[in-house]
């Protein structure tokens, strides 16, 4: 027994600093959750810009007079959505879609952001830069031929009334854009 009780007091004695070390802490692992990562590997031809991703394009003051009845346009604005670090030997062509929600009276156009302070009876049409109109939720129509490096792709909008009256405000829309490559 006593061969025992000193190899108890031995490790006893080895084993107190260790544990007076440790602060008499113990280790608690608790279920915390859990994390999911999602993305894709793809071989694209081109990426947006930085300034095209979330692009504003100031459409300006127009008056209700300027409508001339149901279906006449405004005048037009022009922006550019950029392209950089284009390899055509990947695709030699890019064509976008405007994904957004159509006006209810005329689906060829962007319906107007509705609020107490909207204007009625107008939407947002787009074009590509052949003037040639973008129906919105459609796929591409035509293709801009991708340059290596930079290509621009200019497009217009123009307001349209959808509505024989156009009641003054505020005229905001909003599109998202899909580019699909060939």
């Not at 209700?64 to 062509?93: E, M, N």
């Not at 929600?101 to 319906?111: E, F, N, R």
């Not at 459609?138 to 340059?147: I, K, N």
Request: neutral net charge; aromatic residues 8%; charged residues 15%.
């Amino acid at each position: 027994m006593k061969t025992h009780s000193i190899v108890i007091a031995g490790l006893s004695t080895l084993l107190l600093p260790a544990l007076a070390f440790a602060g008499g802490r113990h280790e608690v692992t608790l279920k915390g959750g859990n994390v999911e990562f999602q993305g894709a590997v793809v071989n694209a031809a081109c990426t947006v810009e930085a300034g095209s991703q979330h692009l504003i394009v100031q459409m300006g003051q127009v008056r209700s007079s300027d409508f001339h009845g149901l279906g006449s346009w405004t005048d037009p604005q022009a922006f550019t959505l950029t392209l950089k670090d284009c390899d055509t030997s990947v695709s030699q062509r890019a064509g976008v879609t405007f994904r957004g929600q159509t006006d209810k009276k005329d689906p060829g156009v962007l319906a107007v952001i509705g609020g107490r302070q909207s204007a009625q009876g107008v939407g947002l049409g787009l074009f590509d830069s052949q003037g040639h109109q973008i129906i919105p939720n459609q796929q591409p129509l035509s293709f801009t031929p991708l340059q290596d490096n930079t290509t621009e792709i200019t497009f217009v909008a123009r307001y349209r009334a959808t509505s024989r009256t156009v009641i003054a405000g505020d005229a905001n829309t909003q599109a998202w854009f899909t580019l699909t490559y060939l």
